[in-house]
């Protein structure tokens, strides 16, 4: 299982994963108005990939520079989206041959490529998620598709269980989210931990250096700038002193037992989430210390703890609440409000790591060890250049 969040560039990555689909490519986008990305369906469908599209039924789409007759031609399946039970279909997901899938809020159109802001979330290789969204393709061909009986009755589906079949989706998005946010963590962590063992010493040195150079400075000078040049390097040296002494070593696991804590963590989440027990305030905050516990032993990669947590939930006896259909229509409206909160903190929240300055590094180099050898030789060279300015003054 691979996942990945973008938010830039996300038309490329789109395009390359329908063009390397090889049995079938199912699709319920609200709005489909991007020529670029219909060529690569028409490559797919001559290819002898099964194509089926579910899109609104507007103007929008009617109106585009899409031929939708000439994808039909192609034996593409274009299903149209009418409104019929009060709302639009506004779904933007994707799913590529019963494993991969790609979803968020990015509709397939040139505004979504150029313009707006989107986001685009891709999981390989889970077919167990790929199957959640599946379902729903499924329910809303039921819905939109071609109707076998010669007078087909029309009925209204069930808002309660429209609902948790989107929270269920919504669970196991936030899931993975989580899931990549503690990754990211995780690499953090990592860095701190490798550069407190390779370079450690250097640091505090070269900080110690730097802030009896601005002593001095200040005490020769005593202008106010120096003076306070040297209390934010005696403050730096501090916080880096102390950030050090409380990292703590990041296990390494083998591949099948990080294959095992992903699984495990990521169904815990969707078990054990908060919100599913608004309704209940002493349950909500069990839930959030079982998610902070969770949380914790993940990202130290500790088995047997995120095991015992997984289990625990599994059976139910973590909380001892029957988690089923009996809540109202308004009880799943809040649950779904307040996990698409949630979603949307996380995809904040992971926009923010990747744009860390660690995971910039990380994301360019996969380790840190040139970047270690390179800030090794600068720190020596300054703490060299340090040591000879302060045995002359």
Known sequence: MNIQVLFTNIRPKLVQHLSLATDEIRAAIAWFTDQTIAEVLVEAAQKGVKVSLIVENDEINHQSRIDYQTLQQHGIQIIWADVVTGGKMHHKFCVIDRKKVLWGSYNWTYGGAIYNKENLSIVEDDPDLAQLFLEEFNQLLEEFGPKITANPQKELINKSQELRLTIQLLEAGIGYLQQQKSDYETVIERYYYQLKSALGDLLLRHLSLKTEWARREAELTTKNQDKQRYEGYRVEYERVNTQLSQVEEVVEVDENTEKKLKKMYREAIILGHPDKFMNDLAKQQKAQAIATELIAAYQRRDLAKVTEIWQ????????????????????????????????????????????????????????????????????????????KQLKVS
């Open 312 to 387: 625990s939930l599994k059976e139910g006896t973590a909380f001892g609440i029957d988690w089923s259909d009996s809540k109202s229509g308004d009880d799943w409206q809040q649950i779904h409000d307040r996990l698409l909160l949630r979603r949307d903190d996380l995809l904040r929240e992971i926009k923010l790591l990747e744009a860390d300055e660690i995971m910039v590094v990380y994301g360019q180099m996969g380790n840190f060890e040139k970047h270690f050898s390179d800030l090794r030789i600068r720190l020596q060279q300054d703490i060299k250049n340090l040591e």
